[in-house]
């Protein structure tokens, strides 16, 4: 798992890659909010059109970003998740507080 960044107009994008299970999502959630400390955007946008496996740790992974936008004032989006992804997603009933895009 990895993922790839870019700010623009306050806006911070973070693309992620691969799977997101317990052993990955610890340094990727220490790393976004790194960005997210540095960088104060106003919306992040998680785009997972590239994730191909995600378990409860990546429902961890959104929920306390969107809850670390949320202390700042911004808005968190999840951005074109794979059928599978979202799939979970609407079990977990998440699209109902975070936008999907």
Do not use: C, W
């Not at 106003?42 to 429902?59: A, I, P, Q």
């Not at 306390?64 to 997603?89: A, N, Q």
């Amino acid at each position: 798992m990895h993922f790839t960044s870019f700010l623009e107009d306050k806006r911070l994008t973070v693309a992620l890659t691969g799977e997101i299970d317990h052993h990955s999502a610890k340094k990727i959630r220490d790393d976004i909010d790194e960005l997210i400390f540095e960088n104060r955007p106003t919306r992040l946008y998680l785009n997972f059109s590239n994730v191909e496996f995600m378990d409860s740790s990546g429902l961890g992974l959104i929920m306390g970003r969107y809850k670390l936008m949320k202390i700042y004032g911004g808005k968190t989006f999840i951005e074109d998740p794979s059928h599978r992804v979202l799939k979970i997603i609407e079990l977990a009933q998440m699209n109902r507080i975070i936008e999907i895009v």
